[in-house]
């Protein structure tokens, strides 16, 4: 189903954007996007939705944008997958991508585009995370928002022709996590730099995490693990060895930190459920990111089962 798939040669800019049981917010995201001091006329807003089971399909149909809005739905095959159909898609020369829980200011689309008049850059735009979906814009830069990413896809942009060039996005990469980072790499070594634009900001929203969000985190960090794996496969470096904490140093860290499974351990159950109740955020969230942490590692240790010699000889 498309919104409009009208043939305008004028279309410059192509925002694309893959999205998974995103209804609670893909209106925000969207209709910030179709409401820009870029010229209307002169860029197309693709959403790619990747098999949600949410109303997601009957939230984008009621927006209505003065750009081009435009509505493709595929089977769950993955963000590598969505994207691509979506870059297929595209008629702009411009490719921004950004994800289904980015939040943008009226300038954004500007800001990207005012750094594309010299060929071969990627723009990558600034991102900001924060809770609060109402009023995201008052957010400050924080210190764990710094990225140094060459390539993620969270606010980034880059001119249609490399992304072809490279061959578009691993569909390898099924699950969670690294298939823009693994882009990345083939973009650099095509010698493409990265210009960073602190004005082209999307807001992350990102909600606190309670107890009954761990279950999901947990599973979608194994995932990440899973992926980075793959990744290091793929790219078997020293610099990707990093990026993914593949390497017996974190694997050490990760048995100190977690000598048990804390999941399943009663006193550590306890001591969260007293922690939530007395909104003691900073504690909760930091014994969750332990515990998401240790779900990342056993998700590499998963897919590492029978790679052991192929790892162990990278490392010597």
């Known amino acids: 189903m498309n919104k409009s798939d009208k043939d305008n040669k004028n279309i410059e800019v192509s925002v694309i954007i893959p999205t998974y049981n995103r209804a609670y917010i893909i209106e925000k995201v969207v209709k910030n996007l179709a409401n820009q001091t870029y010229p209307p006329d002169k860029y197309e807003v693709i959403i790619v939705d990747d098999g949600s089971t949410d109303n997601t399909q009957e939230v984008v149909s009621s927006i209505s944008a003065p750009c081009d809005l435009r509505y493709f739905k595929q089977e769950n095959k993955g963000a590598s997958c969505a994207r691509n159909y979506g870059i297929k898609k595209a008629r702009g020369e411009i490719v921004i991508f950004v994800?289904?829980?980015?939040?943008?200011?009226?300038?954004?689309?500007?800001?990207?585009?005012?750094?594309?008049?010299?060929?071969?850059?990627?723009?990558?735009?600034?991102?900001?995370?924060?809770?609060?979906?109402?009023?995201?814009?008052g957010e400050k830069m924080k210190l764990g928002d710094l990225s140094f990413?060459?390539?993620?896809?969270?606010?980034?942009?880059?001119?249609?022709?490399?992304?072809?060039?490279?061959?578009?996005?691993?569909e390898d990469f099924k699950e969670y996590g690294w298939e823009d980072l693994e882009l990345g790499l083939r973009l650099k070594r095509e010698g493409?730099?990265?210009?960073?634009?602190?004005?082209?900001?999307?807001?992350?929203?990102?909600?606190?995490?309670?107890l009954a969000d761990l279950p999901a985190l947990c599973a979608k960090e194994r995932m990440r693990g899973r992926m980075a794996v793959l990744f290091y496969?793929?790219?078997?470096?020293?610099?990707?060895?990093?990026?993914?904490?593949i390497s017996s140093f974190f694997f050490i860290l990760d048995r100190f930190l977690n000598p048990v499974d804390w999941r399943n351990t009663r006193w550590i159950g306890d001591l969260l459920l007293r922690l939530?109740?007395?909104?003691?955020?900073?504690?909760?969230?930091?014994?969750?990111?332990?515990?998401?942490?240790?779900?990342?590692?056993?998700?590499?240790?998963?897919?590492l089962k029978g790679e052991e010699d192929f790892f162990r000889r990278k490392e010597g």
């Open 99 to 137: 994800d289904s829980d980015i939040l943008v200011t009226p300038s954004f689309i500007k800001e990207h585009l005012s750094c594309h008049k010299e060929d071969g850059v990627i723009v990558r735009g600034a991102i900001i995370n924060t809770d609060n979906i109402d009023n995201p814009f």
């Open 149 to 170: 990413a060459f390539f993620a896809t969270g606010n980034v942009s880059i001119r249609k022709k490399y992304l072809f060039k490279v061959g578009l996005f691993d």
């Open 192 to 210: 493409l730099k990265v210009i960073t634009n602190k004005n082209a900001i999307g807001y992350h929203y990102r909600k606190k995490a309670t």
């Open 233 to 245: 496969r793929k790219h078997p470096t020293l610099e990707v060895k990093l990026m993914t904490h």
């Open 276 to 303: 939530e109740k007395r909104n003691s955020h900073f504690l909760l969230g930091l014994l969750i990111k332990i515990i998401t942490s240790h779900c990342y590692i056993s998700g590499v240790r998963e897919a």
